[in-house]
């Protein structure tokens, strides 16, 4: 697709399209849940050359026999089976190693649409703009990550004297990286390029919007307890991989022009299973501490602890069933937790709404002329291609937690008010007794000794 | 000008509408001003689709300037303009926060559609399916979220008594996350295969313009319910910088700033920083005196308006400081009482003096990224966006984010920073009214024409004459439009022998132009804040005839289809 590029600034959208179109029937495609993620070819960047095949060499050994359409459809299970496995595994490693999984996977995505930013607009020597651009990144993380380590490492914070103050000015001093940074974009504007210039700026924000704010939210999550971050990430990949297979053998009528080879019985027959799985892996999950209860820090171990009692949402419940499942299954109550009902909203949310995050990444990538974000996953494309559904269920999750689930939370109202000065703290005291007294919960004629 | 859009749809033009279209141009340039500070009509006046601006200024200012030169109207329109916006603030603040959180949304509005103007304009993108709607949805939802979360914590008690208000505040984040979505499928649903590229722009652009512009003007609403001294002294400040820093420069500039923008300088920065610190200090002392500035702005559920009665905080009592051994001996005073707030505002004064440009700074970037222009017009001292663009730089040290706004006003500034060429300077317009001069109708009416045609017979000489197409011999097809001078179009694609020389000839016109303009301006740019050399008429008929030289070059470009913008001097292309 170099040839593409080259062809200069005359070039119309709908020749390119054309183009771009026949180049997709010769690509053969191989289909997966993501319409255009053919592993091996190139990215579409003028300046590096088309990648070789990076299937590891054990692989190719192991399949050298097979027909290359096989071969495609083993090394994509084979690389699945291997993301699957790794997932497992640092969810076992615990929420620390999780946290940082979650930020390198953040900086390689970041990585990979700067990089077609600088691809698309030939951009990759503007003076400064690479050095801007990480330097955006880390200034947004700072801000969020102190957002999040102020609330949850609470005690911490206030023991040591340096990170008081970080923490106390916190905004002040991220602003002022910010500023910083914006200053440095200004003074660096060169004549011929401002136009670029200004472009690669609006390119990184809309790439900080969208991934940095997206792990944030995830981390959010994380610390509300495993189970909001294993499951709805379980319920986008079973969606993706289900709908696939749906269509794969039951597919007829095409769903949206943007992918052509995503169908309807795809899309339906992955949202009941998707339902069907969230509902069964949430109800293996709840009975385990690790994953229900939030992640805290504890100042005396220095370390992560998930134990607690669970609360109501994760406590087997009796439910009657209608009518209809009571003569299906001949049960007249069934045991459920709660969360198996929300759950059954995460997977809706993850089966009707999820895939607009795919089709938003693949008009992305055809208006960009790639065929992937990266070649990161040999198979599967970049790091970007996995997680662009992904994206919108962070969001939701977090929003759904803040509205339905998260009641005001004690432990934090009771940090803030010891915050206080001392004579409000007690402003607070008395006018609190007033009220408990007005209730009836405190005797009414307390004497003070 | 309208008659020169016309012109480019084909019409004969009768050379007597042609003068009066240039006659009123040169009268515009000196003096358009906008009333109310609405800057309404430039970004849609660089779209071939809009009407083009005309001279905006009221009838009955230009009746009482009639008499004066037009250097002087432009600065009698410009300060009376300036002292009308001061009132109009002045006004408002008296009308209650109401009335500010109202006027700050207004502004919101107006700066959004001001740029999402631009964008379309820049990507041609005006006809994309669905996108003003989806535009106008994203800044509604966010302005949802926004207002809901402020709401829910100032209207605490107005919100617990309505049900139905109770309901969307628990809610609130879910219904606006809901709404955004909406959107976003929306704008997925709506991805159109020819215009895939251009729709992402448009979204991008979109959701940069939310960050920049709605965030910023949230912040300034929080600013507000904290007391209205926070919104007020910040803004102040901002103009007095700007309006100081302009002064400094004016009297003292001589040593230029930065390359971005040429006209400031050194002198300016820093004399506007000390003047802004003073004004500050000296601005706080009054307005810290009054519970209706200081106390934050509250919801009296009672009555159902907005009180501002309070006990004022600790910031806004005298305190007795002791000045430093220099100053105590200069005063003649032990102590000074000062109210803490005036400590605050040097603190926000010198924010807004050091960092407060760089949102210019940004601001004039941007439109030089996007050539966009303030075409002739006098650049209203205090227009929306701009005020927007400086104040959102000053915000109080509690909020935290940056707005580098503001889409009007520094560019071109008052023409005799450009010398006295009074020709429009937009590409296309002029190309094809001096082309039609010279194809149809060859009457020298002004020095400028004339110039021109002196211009091209000197380059004549150079050249064989018979290379050279001449006036009314219609080398051009007859019905060529001059408007459509565009590489790829159908009427260019004629024989190509006599493009061939008219390439030479632009090429020749070209040098010429480049050499008189090295001699005028040997430093390589027009206006170092030196208001002061271009007046004497030897030199403005240099800049006359370069101005000539270089727009025939332009023409010629055009017609051989080399096409290409002058990169010596941006402000004539």
Not at chain 1, 65 to 72: A, E, H
Not at chain 2, 175 to 192: A, D, E, K, P, Q
Not at chain 2, 460 to 467: E, F, R, V
């Amino acid at each position: 697709m170099t040839e593409l590029r080259h062809r200069g600034p005359a070039e119309t959208d709908l020749q390119a399209a054309d183009d771009f179109r026949g180049l997709d029937k010769d690509g053969a495609p191989d289909g997966d849940a993501h319409s255009d993620s053919e592993a091996k070819g190139d990215t579409g960047l003028p300046d590096v050359p088309v990648p070789p095949d990076d299937t590891p060499q054990v692989l190719n050994k192991a399949l050298s026999g097979l027909s290359s359409r096989w071969k495609n459809w083993w090394v994509r299970g084979i690389l699945t089976l291997a993301m699957i496995s790794f997932f497992f595994f640092i969810i076992y490693l615990g929420p620390m190693v999780l946290m940082m999984i979650v930020l390198c996977v953040q900086i390689k995505c970041f990585q990979e649409i700067i990089t077609i930013g600088y691809s698309v607009y030939h951009s990759y020597h503007l003076p400064w703009f690479r050095t801007l651009s990480w330097y955006f990144l880390l200034c947004v993380n700072y801000f969020f990550y102190g957002e999040t380590v102020t609330d949850y490492f609470f005690t911490l914070v206030q023991r040591e004297e340096p990170l008081r103050i970080l923490s106390k000015y916190h905004r002040f001093i991220s602003f002022a990286l910010y500023l910083t940074g914006f200053c440095m974009f200004v003074l660096s504007l060169v004549k011929k390029h401002y136009r670029l210039q200004f472009y690669m700026f609006g390119w990184t924000h809309v790439t900080l919007l969208i991934v940095v704010t997206q792990s944030h939210l995830i981390i959010h999550n994380l610390f509300e307890g495993m189970i909001w971050f294993i499951v709805p990430i379980s319920c986008v990949i079973c969606n993706d991989i289900m709908a696939y297979m749906f269509g794969f053998f039951f597919g007829r009528t095409p769903l949206i022009k943007l992918s052509p080879k995503k169908t309807w019985e795809g899309f339906v027959g992955g949202f009941f299973s998707t339902v069907v799985f969230g509902i069964l892996l949430s109800y293996v999950m709840a009975g385990y501490r690790y994953f229900v209860c939030p992640v805290e820090f504890n100042s005396d171990s220095n370390s992560f602890t998930v134990d607690c009692q669970p609360s109501e949402l994760f406590q087997l419940q009796e439910y009657p069933l209608p009518a209809v499942l009571q003569s299906l299954t001949g049960w007249a109550t069934v045991h459920m937790y709660p969360f198996q009902i929300h759950s059954i909203a995460l997977s809706a949310f993850a089966s009707i709404v999820g895939p607009f995050g795919g089709f938003f990444a693949s008009g992305f990538k055809r208006a960009f002329k790639i065929k992937d974000f990266a070649n990161t996953i040999p198979g599967h494309g970049g790091i970007m291609d996995r997680f662009d559904c992904q994206y919108l269920m962070a969001t939701f999750v977090n929003v759904y937690i803040a509205s339905f689930i998260r009641g005001p939370n004690p432990s934090k109202v009771i940090q803030q008010l010891l915050a206080l000065r001392l004579d409000q703290q007690l402003q607070i005291f008395n006018s609190l007794k007033a009220h408990l007294t007005e209730r009836g919960l405190l005797p009414a004629n307390e004497v003070a000794a | 000008m309208t008659e020169l859009r016309k012109r480019g749809g084909g019409e004969p033009a009768s050379a007597e509408k042609e003068a009066d279209g240039e006659e009123r141009l040169a009268l515009g340039l000196g003096l358009a001003g906008e009333p109310d500070g609405e800057a309404e009509g430039d970004s849609k006046a660089d779209t071939p689709e809009a009407p083009p601006s005309v001279d905006n200024t009221p009838q009955c200012l230009s009746k009482a300037l009639e008499g004066l030169s037009s250097r002087w109207r432009n600065w009698w329109i410009r300060g009376i303009l300036s002292l009308t916006m001061i009132c109009l603030f002045f006004l408002i603040i008296y009308l209650g926060p109401i009335m500010l959180i109202i006027g700050v949304m207004v502004v919101q509005i107006k700066c959004f559609q001001e740029i999402i103007t631009i964008g379309y304009r820049v990507y041609h993108s005006y006809e994309l399916p669905w996108f003003r709607t989806l535009s106008w949805f994203f800044l509604i939802c966010a302005n949802y979220f926004f207002y809901g979360e402020t709401v829910a914590d100032y209207f605490g008690v107005l919100v617990q008594k309505e049900e139905p208000l109770q309901f969307l505040v628990r809610y609130h984040r879910f219904i606006s996350f809901t709404l955004y979505l909406t959107g976003f499928c929306m704008f997925v649903l709506s991805l159109v295969k020819k215009h895939y590229r251009l729709q992402f722009y448009m979204f991008a652009w979109t959701h940069v313009t939310l960050l920049i512009v709605v965030t910023q003007s949230h912040l300034v609403i929080q600013n507000l319910f904290e007391g209205m001294i926070w919104f007020i002294v910040p803004i102040s400040i901002v103009i007095c910088n700007d309006i100081t820093a302009y002064l400094f420069g004016f009297f003292f500039g001589r040593t230029p700033l930065i390359k971005l923008s040429p006209k400031k300088t050194w002198e300016g920065f820093i004399g506007g920083f000390v003047s802004t610190v003073i004004f500050g200090f000296i601005l706080a002392y009054p307005l810290a005196h009054y519970q209706y500035f200081v106390c934050p702005v509250e919801y009296d559920s009672e009555t159902n308006r907005f009180a501002v009665a309070c006990q004022p905080s600790e910031l806004f009592l005298l305190h007795e400081y002791r000045p430093p051994k220099l100053l105590q001996q200069f005063l003649r005073q032990e102590t000074v009482t000062l109210f803490p707030f005036q400590i605050h505002s040097v603190a926000l004064s010198t924010f807004a003096s050091l960092i407060g440009p760089f949102g210019g700074f940004f601001a004039s970037g941007f439109k030089r990224a996007f050539k966009i222009k303030v075409r002739g017009r006098v650049p209203s001292r205090a227009e929306p966006n701009r005020l927007l663009a400086r104040r959102c730089l000053s915000l109080s040290p509690h909020h935290t984010l940056v707005c580098p706004l503001g889409f009007r006003g520094h560019y071109s500034g008052p023409w005799w920073h450009h010398g006295p060429l009074r020709l429009p300077v937009s590409d296309g317009d002029v190309c094809s009214r001096l082309h039609s001069k010279f194809y149809q109708g060859p009457q020298p009416k002004q020095s400028i024409t004339a110039a021109a045609t002196t211009a091209a017979g000197a380059a004549a000489q150079h050249l064989q004459p018979a290379a050279l197409p001449p006036a009314g011999k219609g080398h051009v097809a007859p019905d060529w439009k001059p408007g459509a001078v565009r590489a790829g179009d159908g009427p260019l694609a004629l024989s190509s022998s006599p493009w061939n020389r008219l390439e030479h000839l632009s090429i020749y016109a070209y040098q010429k132009h480049a050499s008189n303009y090295r001699q005028l301006m040997p430093s390589g740019h027009p206006g170092n804040g030196l208001p002061w050399g271009l007046h004497d008429d030897l030199k403005r008929g240099q800049w006359a005839e370069d101005a000539a030289a270089h727009f025939l070059a332009l023409i010629l470009m055009g017609l051989s289809r080399r096409g290409g913008v002058c990169r010596l001097c941006p402000y004539y292309c």
